[in-house]
């Protein structure tokens, strides 16, 4: 091949891409503006490298210069044909060694396929300008490994201006970092996807902390405790983060006294119109004061359900239909007021029983009871803050229902553009959980709605999400085709490589295949926040990972196990449970709250439901 005069491309560019110590193999055969094929030299590339080659494209004059064509290997193929199938067959059927025939095996040879990504002028400006190929390559052109430092500027690395997150490395070459677009993130929102085991979490925490990095405001959603690393190593932060655990507490106020309604809304049953109207009168005549748990409030509000329906059970009302009246609500539409105010305070209270037993096994944490999200949402997000909410040990229904109203309440404060809170970012963690497909069924999963109200709407409000998932196919599709970058580790289900193919616009067929083969923490990075799509090694930041959940040794507390104190232990407190009532169990009023004690024969005794039963009615 023949290059250029010198001074057409740019001394640097020169001196790489004409080197004979970079060159990797030739192109050959058939080639397009999308894609072509060399023959690779032994072990000098693999799979998902950036290569170069130089060739000849015409511009809008008609005239024609040298381009630098920069695309990525996607596939490799070895051949020799002079060891064809019937010589193999023969020496597998003679159990015959190679070394003992004439057969060779030195004219094998090597055809990889490139995956066109872009062509640019020159390599001598700080960052490179990709355009389209319009041309097709020159066969017999050479292919040539980039150095590190042309590929940092292929990939926008040395514009400083543009705040990144560092993920991690080109997979293959440790030499060359990985970097997103910080602003495309937090705005444009971000999936990762992997299976079980992928580095889902380790990749997601990596882009945590690079958000920490920039003191961006992040709120966490965590089920299973996977980022409380966060919190145990928090001195090695930069300094002036604070990172806050949350634990779910409902509590109520004049302020917020939508909340039970809420809860209502996205626990329990819907509600007619006679319903809603009974349920509004009863809170309209139960007062309440600051810092009342919603369980107590809710007790109260199920006694006056109670002391409704006897009433017009008993025909000791007034006989004249006045509006105070009872006899205006039937007992049918009391009793179903009053189941659905049972089913939430059950799930309410299993909710607090789950808490305290997380305090107990996690003392070293400091944990805080869940902030009101509508009235003081800056204790939630704030500069340089991270804020965790804990979520194991809750049913799905409850951890929806939280998801929902806290960023609901959230997006609320920052599209009102009050600017009571800043932008920030949200992570899902488990969002198969909390964003489940039609098939999946949606009737219990609350925190749908809200999602999907933010993000199609949280970019233009500075409210962005990050959903992390190790089951694809089972999302809702149109949130995650909202989602402008995606981050996808290993991939063995079929299912979900089909489904992320098909929200993924830019996603190979190739580039489809590969996923089932990459290890823990390997994955493909496309979308918005980078320039075209690559293979990464992601950083794994294991300074940051708790010593206290994921390494339980189950076996050593199988084998310790004492059969007898297990057994008078689960006696004394199922002894000690049993005859307490619904209002025994959700524990003594507090003063501020002035709930009135029950008499003996209150009626909601009968209403005693464990959250087992509950559940079971309302399914």
Same mark, same amino acid.
């Given at each position: ?169 080109? %997979? ?5 970092? $990985? +970097?997103?677009?910080?602003?495309? *993130? #937090? =705005?444009?929102? @971000? !999936? ?52 806050? %655990? ?5 509590? $109520? +106020?004049?302020?917020?006294?939508? *909340? #039970? =309604?809420?809860? @209502? !809304? ?67 539409? #009391? ?285």
């Amino acid at each position: 091949m023949v290059f250029p005069a010198e001074g057409m491309i740019g001394t640097e560019t020169m001196s790489w891409i004409s080197d004979t110590e970079n060159m990797i193999g030739t192109v050959v055969g058939n080639t397009s503006t999308d894609s072509y094929q060399f023959i690779l030299r032994s072990f000098r590339a693999k799979v998902g490298d950036i290569v170069a080659t130089l060739s000849a494209i015409p511009d809008d004059n008609r005239r024609h210069g040298n381009a630098i064509i920069w695309g990525r290997i996607v596939s490799i193929q070895r051949h020799n044909p002079f060891f064809p199938a019937e010589a193999a067959q023969e020496l597998a059927e003679q159990n015959l060694r190679l070394i003992d025939t004439v057969l060779s095996t030195s004219r094998d040879y090597l055809n990889a396929e490139v995956l066109i990504l872009g062509s640019s002028d020159e390599d001598s400006k700080s960052q490179m300008d990709l355009s389209p190929l319009t041309y097709p390559v020159q066969p017999a052109a050479r292919v040539v490994n980039p150095p590190a430092s042309a590929i940092h500027k292929l990939l926008g690395a040395s514009d400083d201006n543009v705040p990144k997150l560092h993920v991690g490395t080109l %997979l293959g070459r440790s030499d060359v970092e $990985v +970097s997103l677009s910080a602003n495309k *993130v #937090v =705005s444009r929102h @971000l !999936a990762i996807l992997a299976m079980t085991g992928g580095g889902k979490t380790v990749a997601a925490r990596r882009i945590i902390l690079a958000l920490i990095d920039h003191g961006y405001p992040i709120v966490i959603f965590d089920p299973h405790g996977d980022y409380l690393g966060l919190y145990e190593n928090r001195s090695r932060l930069p300094g002036g983060t604070a990172v806050k %655990l949350f634990y779910p507490m409902m509590k $109520v +106020s004049e302020e917020n006294i939508s *909340v #039970v =309604s809420d809860l @209502l !809304a996205k626990m329990g049953r819907k509600m007619t119109e006679a319903q809603h109207d009974y349920f509004n009168k009863i809170v309209s005549e139960t007062k309440v004061a600051d810092g009342t748990k919603a369980s107590d409030y809710i007790r109260e509000l199920i006694e006056r359900a109670e002391s409704t329906a006897n009433k017009i059970a008993s025909k000791k009302g007034k006989e004249e239909d006045t509006e105070d009246s009872p006899k205006k609500f039937g007992v049918t539409t #009391v009793n179903a007021v009053k189941r659905s105010l049972s089913f939430v305070l059950s799930t309410l209270m299993q909710m607090e029983q789950n808490s305290k037993v997380l305090r107990d096994r996690l003392k070293e944490y400091e944990f805080h009871e869940m902030p009101d999200p509508k009235r003081d949402p800056e204790d939630i997000v704030g500069k340089k803050q991270v804020s965790i909410f804990y979520l194991a040990g809750y049913d799905h229904l409850t951890q929806s229902t939280i998801v929902s109203m806290v960023l609901d309440a959230l997006f609320s404060h920052r599209a009102a553009l009050t600017n009571r809170i800043p932008p920030f970012q949200t992570v899902i963690e488990e969002a198969h959980n909390f964003i489940p497909s039609r098939q999946e069924g949606t009737d219990e999963t609350p925190s749908l709605s809200t999602v999907r109200k933010v993000i199609t709407e949280g970019r233009k409000f500075g409210t962005g999400l990050m959903i992390i998932s190790q089951r694809p196919a089972r999302l809702d599709e149109t949130i995650l085709t909202q989602c402008n970058s995606f981050l996808v580790l290993r991939l063995v289900n079929p299912k979900d490589k089909s489904f992320v193919r098909s929200v993924m616009e830019n996603l190979s067929e190739s580039d489809a295949n590969i996923l089932q083969t990459f290890g823990p923490g390997q994955g493909i990075v496309s979308g918005q926040a980078v320039r075209f799509p690559l293979l990464v090694k992601v950083a794994h930041d294991k300074n940051f990972e708790s010593s206290k959940i994921g390494d339980e040794d189950f076996l050593k507390q199988a084998a310790s196990w004492n059969e007898n104190e297990a057994r008078a232990r689960n006696r004394g407190a199922f002894t000690r449970a049993a005859p307490v009532s619904l209002a025994a169990k959700v524990g003594s009023p507090s003063p501020e709250s002035k709930v009135p004690s029950r008499s003996k024969s209150s009626p909601s005794d009968s209403t005693t439901l464990n959250f087992t039963q509950v559940t079971k009615r309302k399914r």
